[in-house]
């Protein structure tokens, strides 16, 4: 199209994308603040309706305009899980089950951190999200969303709201884990002939 759509960002930190995701990382203590200190669920409901917006534009832009960075596919699913992280916290006060998924996520990111971090120390390459890792997002935003909002929502609807979210995670981490494992020893390979 135009010459800025020819540009490499590959490497550029400060970009359209990254600025958004940072945006999000901001936004986690105002949304800590609202929920705990003030108390106010609509509030609360309206930062992270906000923040997830936001995660959609920058996507959206990153794709679009060619913006796509080594730095913001770290930074994007950085902002993503601490954002989630947070409000898994304060939902626990008031939905015990939520402590689940919040054990959940904490696992998942890290071991899948670690194997991220080998396979870009063997690969050299940053790979971005898959469709598995979007659909667990929006499911968990979804479920963390129906909670703020619905303060009496009945436990059978949350337990399945739970569950479902629960297995998506579970479901997105094995196919993580078998793409890693798959890249790690295709380089292997590589290395070995």
């Known amino acids: 199209m135009n010459s800025q759509n020819n540009k490499d960002y590959s490497s550029k930190i400060v970009t359209v994308p990254n600025l958004l995701s940072l945006f999000r990382l901001i936004l986690i203590p105002f949304i800590l603040w609202a ?88 690969t050299g390459t940053v790979e971005g999200a898959v469709w598995h890792g979007k659909v667990n997002t929006v499911i968990l935003y979804a479920v963390m969303f129906l909670h703020i909002v619905w303060y009496n929502i009945p436990t059978q609807i949350s337990v399945i709201c739970i569950i479902v979210s629960c297995a998506m995670m579970v479901l997105s981490y094995v196919l993580y884990s078998i793409d890693g494992i798959r890249q790690l020893i295709a380089v292997s390979r590589t290395k070995n002939k």
């Open 35 to 122: 929920y705990c200190y003030e108390g106010s669920y609509a509030l609360t409901a309206l930062l992270v309706v906000v923040s997830g917006l936001t995660d959609v534009v920058d996507g959206f832009v990153a794709r679009h305009f060619n913006m796509i960075s080594d730095i913001g596919k770290a930074l994007d699913p950085i902002a993503d899980k601490l954002t989630q992280i947070a409000m898994l916290f304060c939902l626990v006060t008031r939905f015990p089950l939520i402590l689940f998924p919040l054990i959940l996520i904490i696992v998942k990111e890290t071991s899948s951190f670690i194997l991220r971090a080998v396979v870009i120390h063997k």
